[in-house]
């Protein structure tokens, strides 16, 4: 996607002799545009685990890097390139793609002699991210009908007014995105959309990188606290929820950012269809039941207390909550399936069922 008329990915193999990765840093989003050179596996760790990168994709992408790295870093033994995988696979516990990417480059590196194995790494690496961005884009294709039809049963040219929660933009993907990956592909065609942009809680994801993108892009959409996607939907003014996963159970159940659980019930109480865009690189093929099974990563109490943004011309920090009071901070939930109304895949939408799932994916067949 662009940025200033450039187009960038989320992750890249830096240029020169010796081996590296950039990142698009999103912490320091949207205040600034910073781009952060990883040169070990332990800084890739690092960048994950303190999201400096996020989002399912974008971390699976990030990881396959990493794993290049790795390769470059453990001299030929098996045991300890299996070590830095580990570390890497350790640094969050509830997204699928990062382990998925990571196990998939331990595959394609020891299918080969040591010698081969830091270019093996690194081509699959830049296969990994490349095929995040064209599933995504291809999310985008299956969804944009969908928005086409509520465009076209709107009165006057209305736009579609669609609600999504946290960032499941193109930041948390290679490119494009999963969940506004509809959206972009509506509002290049032509098609009126509006994005309801949840702030989303604790870190603000929605407001700081959701709207950032949205405004590159030049999507009309406006920001509202977590809490008022309910009275939104009460009041006809959300024609469609579009969130992203970070998980998917190969049931249809789903795992996503923290709050998602509830905007799924607010849209079910009111009749509002409650879509969720994932590649197929996030389901969990071994998981049935997302609420029992799925990790639920829990982050430090400190993202809940307090709140980063820009004072004058500076990114500052303050206290929010009473001193001394326990935060407790849960950076996901599970939707059950049953109140998900279908999945965007790069294959097509289906069921958020087995059966539905199985349908586009007949090779998991259980
Ligand atoms: O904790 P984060 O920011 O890594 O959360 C993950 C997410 O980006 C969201 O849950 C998102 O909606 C789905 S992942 C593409």
């Not at 640094?91 to 382990?99: D, E, H």
Request: with cysteine.
């Amino acid at each position: 996607m662009r940025v200033a008329g450039r187009h960038y990915t989320t992750v890249w193999a830096a240029g020169g002799d010796e081996p590296g990765v950039e990142i698009i840093d999103q912490r320091k989003l949207p205040f600034s545009f910073e781009v952060e050179t990883l040169r070990s596996v332990g800084e890739v760790a690092t960048a994950i685990r303190d999201m400096h990168v996020r989002g399912a994709g974008c971390i699976g992408a990030t990881a396959g890097y990493g794993m290049w790295l790795a390769a470059c870093e453990c001299r030929g033994e098996e045991a300890e390139l299996r070590g830095l995988a580990a570390d890497l696979v350790a640094t969050r516990p509830t997204a699928a793609n990062l382990r998925w990417a990571v196990e998939r480059q331990l595959a394609a590196i020891l299918d080969g002699p040591a010698e081969g194995w830091a270019g093996r790494a690194r081509a699959e690496a830049e296969a990994i991210a490349a095929e995040d961005a064209e599933w995504c884009r291809r999310i985008g294709e299956h969804g944009l009908p969908m928005i086409r039809e509520i465009a076209a049963a709107k009165p006057g040219g209305a736009p579609v007014n669609v609600l999504t929660h946290c960032n499941a933009g193109w930041l948390a993907f290679a490119d494009w995105g999963s969940a506004t990956a509809p959206i972009y592909a509506a509002h290049r065609a032509g098609v009126p959309v509006h994005v309801w942009v949840d702030e989303t809680r604790p870190r603000n994801q929605g407001a700081r990188l959701t709207a950032w993108e949205l405004a590159n892009e030049g999507v009309p959409h406006t920001v509202v606290v977590d809490n008022a996607g309910g009275h939104l939907m009460q009041h006809g003014m959300v024609d469609l929820v579009l969130t992203g996963t970070d998980r998917t159970t190969y049931t249809g159940d789903v795992a996503n950012k923290i709050g998602t659980y509830l905007k799924a019930l607010a849209a079910k109480d009111n009749g509002v269809p409650f879509y969720v865009a994932l590649p197929s690189s996030t389901f969990d093929w071994e998981i049935r039941d997302g609420v029992g099974e799925i990790p639920i990563e829990e982050r430090g109490g400190e993202e809940v207390s307090v709140v980063g943004g820009l004072r004058g011309r500076a990114v500052t920090e303050v206290d929010i909550v009473n001193p001394g009071s326990a935060c407790a901070n849960y950076a996901f939930d599970v939707t059950p399936a049953r109140l998900v109304t279908g999945l965007i895949t790069e294959r097509g939408i289906c069921a958020a069922s087995e059966d539905g799932i199985s349908s586009l994916f007949p090779e998991r067949g259980r």
